[in-house]
């Protein structure tokens, strides 16, 4: 297991998710193997053609990050789907 250490915390990365909107917040997640949720409001062109979970809010977030925590996955491998 990969370990992650930010502001005096250490997690392990399969419990680390980065709900970002800028293809700067994809790419930092891809370089650091982290599950990847695209907030998506006026910048869906910018994550056109990549595999993420894209949400338009936050609602439903919790019920996201729990159907999808057992996968194992990575950024733009996390499973993909679509929330309106």
């Known amino acids: 297991m990969k ?3 930010r502001g005096g915390w250490f997690l392990f990365l399969d419990e ?3 709900v970002g909107d800028a ?3 994809y ?3 891809c370089e650091n193997s982290i599950r990847f949720i695209a907030r ?3 910048n869906e062109a910018i994550f056109k053609g990549i595999e993420c979970i894209k949400i338009m ?3 439903d977030l919790g019920r996201i990050i729990n159907e999808n925590s057992d996968t194992g996955q ?3 491998h996390f ?3 679509s929330v309106k």
């Open 57 to 59: 809010d936050l609602t």
């Open 79 to 81: 499973s993909t789907s």
């Open 27 to 29: 790419q930092a997640a």
């Open 23 to 25: 293809m700067s917040d």
């Open 40 to 42: 998506i409001h006026d």
């Open 74 to 76: 990575t950024a733009g």
């Open 3 to 5: 370990l992650l250490y």
């Open 16 to 18: 680390v998710i980065f």
